[in-house]
């Protein structure tokens, strides 16, 4: 049955190729769209300097408010972070085997280092970026506290 449809398939294509058809006309007008015009709800990294005023968009201010130093250690913080979680992944996987108790005790250390790490950071900072990294950062290290809480269970 399918391979006589596929017949019927191929001698009807033969027999009636396939036509160009006429290109569609659209009723709405296309107009070309210039890199000249802005609209006032544009991002505003694509508006000129003289529309977009920061003081008027605060939330586009594309600049940290913490320096370059910081940065670093915040990134060093981010790379310990995620080999924690990687250290309290495997030491969960290795519950109930008798590498458990090595695997705790790796993913704690790590996990300590991680929180001195960035209780460190917050120490050595001014009130205005301490308050920034906590905004940025504070809820990754309580899910690290708490992911270390449920594998001393």
Request: glycine fraction near 2%; proline fraction near 8%; hydrophobic fraction near 35%.
């Amino acid at each position: 049955m399918h391979q006589r449809t596929h017949l019927s398939l191929c001698k009807f294509i033969t027999r009636h190729p396939f036509r160009p058809s006429s290109k569609p006309i659209s009723p709405i007008p296309i107009k070309p769209i210039t890199t000249k015009s802005f609209h006032p709800f544009c991002h505003p990294t694509t508006l000129p300097p003289s529309r977009f005023n920061k003081r008027l968009y605060p939330q586009f201010n594309i600049c940290r408010s913490y320096n370059v130093e910081t940065d670093k250690v915040v990134d060093e913080i981010n790379l310990k972070f995620a080999e924690a979680r990687e250290e309290i992944e495997m030491a969960m996987e290795s519950k109930e085997t008798v590498y458990f108790n090595e695997e705790a005790e790796c993913a704690r250390a790590v996990v300590k280092e991680v929180l001195d790490m960035y209780h460190g950071l917050l120490s050595k900072l001014p009130e205005k970026e301490r308050g920034g990294i906590q905004r940025s950062m504070g809820l990754k290290i309580e899910q690290l506290k708490a992911e270390l809480e449920q594998l001393n269970e």
